[in-house]
């Protein structure tokens, strides 16, 4: 296992792009200056750096001392924790929406984002205004004094204290990267929610299912309840929750789900049976993950907050459907064969064109493979990420036959251009293909 997961410590030189300790620190952790004149969102985000899996698992003890200082943790009197390789972002938003059908405030922190920062801190379901977020910045500024912080790190405090200051009656976390040693972590979780385990980051979470499970199976907490929301658990995880006494329940083991006719039903762990005339608008594994988590501390949950949920609880670019230029399509940011395989499992048929962009530390052949034979054309597209892989050079990675189209808007072209009216268009491979193909998209509309 990586040296940073085992000690905590941030063993690189900083993410590509990096401000290396926050707000204007010097290299080699020298004075610390506070950047005169930040005064809007553009400016603070241009300050805290970028994102990179290197600065999101160096531990949480920095965290939890900067969030004691400015009196921010718990964020929320009741506080969900969703973990996992994939399947987190639509979790969160159905759980969101199954707390606020219940007459609840919710606090919800999404990773990455889409289009803009704002998207990753949530109050009802309502991304926050620019004014606030700042707002709270620079209450974490003021109380990290000497700690260096990272772009992950200010985003998680940021959120918490607009959470504290919004006086939410929960909050719905999602980790950015693994668990243990991720910034949520330094918050309690009342229910832990991991929802899948697969191979992804395996430079800093370990070398397969069992090691990066360990890391995930961080966020459980002593005594306290936690959700499985896939249906393969790795070992390590059922290990950690016996070493914690916590009460573990495993979907498919210990509750279950089923869509069928009548529409979507659920059996709880505790015997309960809860149906609803329509399936969510998510993956029903995350969906049922999300009600099973709720009903652990709230037993007698109201069943229509569950078809609220259903009907409401979207997240874009997670199985997101869009109708445009006359085709029917599919944006999903699955970037790994365990995402890609989710993926094909909650296709309702055949797609006619597949547009991949991806990153260059991927699996693109495995990616490819796990959708064999739903996928009748591929297209490649540049993704235009500082971590981004060419079109060129994506293609001579991947076991398909393809066409090349480097500029998204061209790549779109050419799935209108090969399909004919209602058939299905997947876009997929990264944040950033997805989000430049939805604006495309939705401007098209």
Same mark, same amino acid.
């Given at each position: 296992?990586?040296?940073?997961? $085992?000690?905590?410590?941030?063993?690189?030189?900083?993410?590509?792009?990096?401000?290396?300790?926050?707000?204007?620190?010097?290299?080699?952790?020298?004075?610390?200056?506070?950047?005169?004149?930040?005064?809007?969102?553009?400016?603070?985000?241009?300050?805290?750096?970028?994102?990179?899996?290197?600065?999101?698992?160096?531990?949480?003890?920095?965290?939890?001392?900067?969030?004691?200082?400015?009196?921010?943790?718990?964020?929320?009197?009741?506080?969900?924790?969703?973990?996992?390789?994939?399947?987190?972002?639509?979790?969160?938003?159905?759980?969101?929406?199954?707390?606020?059908?219940?007459?609840?405030? =919710?606090?919800?922190?999404?990773?990455?984002? +889409?289009?803009?920062?704002?998207?990753?801190?949530?109050?009802?379901?309502?991304?926050?205004?620019?004014? @606030?977020?700042?707002?709270?910045?620079?209450?974490?500024?003021?109380?990290?004094?000497? =700690?260096? +912080?990272?772009?992950?790190?200010?985003?998680?405090?940021?959120?918490?204290?607009?959470? $504290?200051?919004?006086?939410?009656?929960?909050?719905?976390?999602?980790?950015?990267?693994?668990?243990?040693?991720?910034?949520?972590?330094?918050?309690?979780?009342?229910?832990?929610?991991?929802?899948?385990?697969?191979?992804?980051?395996?430079?800093?979470?370990?070398?397969? =299912?069992?090691?990066?499970?360990?890391?995930?199976?961080?966020?459980?907490?002593?005594? $306290?309840?936690?959700?499985?929301?896939?249906?393969?658990?790795?070992?390590?995880?059922?290990?950690?929750?016996?070493?914690?006494? #916590?009460? +573990?329940?495993?979907?498919?083991?210990?509750?279950?789900?089923?869509?069928?006719?009548?529409?979507?039903?659920?059996?709880?762990?505790?015997?309960?049976?809860?149906?609803?005339?329509?399936?969510?608008?998510?993956?029903? !594994?995350?969906?049922?993950?999300?009600?099973?988590?709720? #009903?652990?501390?709230?037993?007698?949950?109201?069943?229509?907050?569950?078809?609220?949920?259903?009907?409401?609880?979207?997240?874009?670019?997670?199985? @997101?459907?869009?109708?445009?230029?006359?085709?029917?399509?599919?944006?999903?940011?699955?970037?790994?064969?365990?995402?890609?395989?989710?993926?094909?499992?909650?296709?309702?048929?055949?797609? #006619?064109?597949?547009?991949?962009?991806?990153?260059? !530390?991927?699996?693109?052949?495995?990616?490819? $493979?796990?959708?064999?034979?739903?996928?009748?054309?591929?297209?490649?597209?540049?993704?235009?990420?500082?971590?981004?892989?060419?079109?060129?050079?994506?293609?001579?990675? +991947?076991?398909?036959?393809?066409?090349?189209?480097?500029?998204?808007?061209?790549?779109?072209?050419?799935?209108?251009?090969?399909?004919?009216?209602?058939? =299905?268009?997947?876009?997929?491979?990264?944040?950033?293909?997805?989000?430049?193909?939805?604006?495309?998209?939705?401007?098209?509309?």
């Amino acid at each position: 296992m990586n040296a940073a997961i $085992r000690d905590g410590r941030n063993s690189g030189t900083g993410g590509l792009g990096e401000k290396k300790g926050g707000l204007g620190e010097k290299e080699g952790g020298g004075e610390t200056r506070r950047a005169p004149g930040v005064a809007d969102l553009a400016g603070w985000l241009e300050c805290i750096g970028v994102e990179h899996p290197k600065t999101v698992v160096r531990g949480v003890g920095h965290v939890a001392e900067v969030a004691s200082r400015a009196g921010l943790n718990p964020p929320a009197p009741v506080n969900f924790v969703v973990a996992g390789t994939n399947g987190k972002g639509s979790t969160a938003v159905f759980l969101e929406r199954l707390l606020m059908a219940s007459g609840r405030t =919710v606090g919800t922190t999404l990773s990455p984002h +889409l289009l803009r920062f704002n998207e990753r801190i949530r109050v009802d379901g309502r991304e926050v205004e620019d004014e @606030e977020i700042v707002a709270a910045f620079e209450v974490v500024e003021a109380a990290r004094q000497d =700690v260096a +912080l990272t772009y992950f790190e200010y985003a998680i405090l940021a959120a918490f204290g607009v959470f $504290r200051d919004r006086k939410v009656d929960a909050s719905v976390l999602e980790v950015g990267l693994g668990g243990r040693l991720d910034a949520v972590n330094v918050v309690d979780a009342d229910v832990a929610i991991i929802t899948s385990i697969g191979l992804e980051h395996q430079d800093y979470l370990g070398p397969d =299912v069992e090691a990066i499970g360990a890391e995930k199976a961080g966020v459980m907490r002593r005594g $306290r309840p936690a959700v499985f929301g896939a249906r393969d658990m790795p070992n390590s995880v059922r290990a950690r929750a016996a070493e914690l006494d #916590a009460h +573990l329940v495993v979907n498919g083991v210990d509750y279950r789900h089923a869509i069928d006719s009548g529409g979507w039903v659920v059996n709880l762990f505790d015997g309960r049976r809860v149906r609803v005339g329509e399936r969510p608008r998510v993956a029903a !594994d995350n969906a049922a993950a999300a009600v099973q988590a709720l #009903a652990m501390i709230e037993p007698d949950f109201d069943t229509a907050a569950l078809a609220e949920a259903c009907r409401v609880a979207t997240i874009p670019g997670r199985l @997101e459907r869009v109708d445009a230029r006359g085709r029917r399509w599919i944006l999903d940011v699955a970037h790994n064969p365990h995402a890609a395989g989710f993926l094909r499992e909650n296709l309702e048929g055949p797609i #006619a064109v597949a547009i991949l962009g991806m990153l260059k !530390d991927k699996a693109h052949a495995g990616v490819a $493979r796990a959708l064999a034979g739903r996928v009748e054309r591929w297209v490649v597209t540049d993704n235009t990420a500082s971590r981004g892989l060419r079109a060129a050079e994506l293609g001579k990675r +991947l076991p398909v036959r393809h066409a090349r189209e480097p500029r998204i808007r061209d790549a779109i072209a050419y799935a209108v251009s090969t399909t004919e009216a209602n058939d =299905v268009i997947l876009v997929l491979g990264s944040f950033d293909t997805v989000a430049r193909a939805r604006q495309e998209l939705i401007r098209a509309k």
